[in-house]
């Protein structure tokens, strides 16, 4: 009962900074925007329901994740209306679109264990869309990562990090000591990073990476296996380094900004003085610029929060994905079977590494990648992704084993 209250406690502190920005937007236009107040209210019902639901008819597992989700969910929702009310509503739309894939996969999935056995289909998802955009991709901000069909656009590489943390965890989840039974796994990794390399979506190998490297390590507990990793990594890096002139203007662009500040590195310059400007407390919602930063609503989104927000509501933002990444890692302590912690630890590392990777390039501490920020910035591919992640996640901490 502690555990609900405290529930309850945060989703009532959710619904009153929701309504509270949007109220704050409704105020500061002339005449009044109304459209704000109802954007508010919808968010607040869905919220609601989707708590109410995953409460009321399955009551085991940690449902924190879900109001983490939503606390993440409406800060972005809150930042994209006030820069553009359009985009907000098609983010609404995802976003309830996130809640209804997370509750059926709750409802669909009642035994994880019985999917370790579809390693090849896995990988088979992994290949297709690792290599979908470099044959029928879309160039869209420097990177070929985009595929269209018809009115729908998505990244494939999204889905590419559900199959391969899936497919991993079936490879992984019956080692036992035998350095043979990695090779097909790192095969597979290393054809996944050389797309992404190739398709200059450098923010994906990163995390695709990241991935890997958790996931070998908590299946093995080799702490030789994860250097060897890096050593490959860095070979890799280094030969991508000289034979991409699109990774070498990233790192040009990252050792030294400034002298490129109209031209290749603008974005992160803007993205730096809008952070600036902002101060610990911020300019105020609506009375910042993020006109001036790019892409503002899906890469760049954090640098427009902390203008008008504050640095402080920056390091709220990253406390609230910890706490997210936390309560995910929890989930596959309290398991018995390896195929479902292995899935668990892979899609936390997922999400952090995501998150650490976009703040480090909108700050630029390292190189830029344009990737978007789970759940916060504008995407409907991330947000999909992120909340069928987090359906596994809440059926693994209720014991679907």
């Known amino acids: 009962m502690d555990s609900v209250r405290e529930e309850k406690r945060l989703l009532r502190a959710t619904y009153l900074f929701c309504l509270v920005c949007f109220f704050n937007l409704y105020i500061i236009k002339s005449p009044f925007d109304y459209k704000a107040l109802i954007m508010g209210a919808v968010i607040c019902v869905l919220m609601g329901v989707s708590y109410f639901i995953v409460r009321r008819f399955y009551p085991d597992g940690d449902k924190h994740i879900l109001i983490i989700a939503c606390m993440l969910s409406s800060i972005g929702l809150v930042m994209i ?19 209804v894939s997370y509750i059926l996969i709750i409802v669909l999935m009642p035994n994880l264990k019985k999917y370790d056995k579809y390693k090849y289909i896995f990988l088979g998802g992994t290949i297709l869309f690792a290599a979908m955009a470099t044959f029928v991709g879309l160039d869209k901000f420097g990177s070929q990562n985009w595929v269209r069909l018809g009115v729908f656009s998505f990244q494939p590489s999204e889905f590419c990090k559900l199959f391969l943390i899936a497919y991993l965890a079936s490879a992984l989840k019956n080692y036992e000591d035998d350095f043979k039974t990695l ?20 923010g994906s190998a990163l ?76 300019t105020g919602l609506g009375l910042g610029f993020p006109g001036f930063v ?21 390091f709220a933002i990253m406390l609230l994905y910890f706490l997210l990444f936390y309560r995910c890692m929890r989930a596959a302590l309290f398991t018995e079977d390896k195929f479902s912690r292995l899935l668990a630890v892979g ?26 920020m789970p759940l916060v910035s504008q995407g409907g591919t991330s947000m999909l992704i992120t909340f069928m992640a987090l359906g596994v996640l809440q059926k693994i901490s209720e014991g679907g084993r």
């Open 81 to 99: 209306y006030r820069i553009s009310p359009s985009e907000a509503i098609k983010q609404l739309m995802l976003f309830a679109a996130g809640i």
């Open 347 to 372: 899609y936390s590392a997922m999400i952090g590494a995501q998150v650490l990777v976009i703040v480090g390039g909108v700050t630029n501490m390292i190189p830029l990648t344009g990737i978007t």
């Open 183 to 202: 090779i097909e796994p790192a095969i597979v990794v290393m054809i996944c990073l050389a797309f992404m390399v190739h398709q200059k979506d450098l």
């Open 294 to 314: 790019p892409v503002n609503t899906s890469d760049f989104i954090f640098s427009v929060i902390c203008e008008e927000m504050g640095v402080l509501m920056g």
């Open 207 to 282: 995390i695709f990476f990241a991935i890997a490297i958790t996931m070998l390590y908590i299946a093995t507990s080799k702490l030789k296996y994860v250097l060897v990793g890096f050593v490959l990594f860095v070979i890799g890096a280094f030969i991508s380094y000289k034979l991409f002139a699109h990774v070498r203007l990233r790192v040009m662009i990252w050792q030294n900004p400034w002298p490129y500040r109209s031209d290749q590195s603008y974005q992160v310059v803007q993205s730096m003085y809008s952070i600036a400007s902002g101060g610990l407390f911020g």
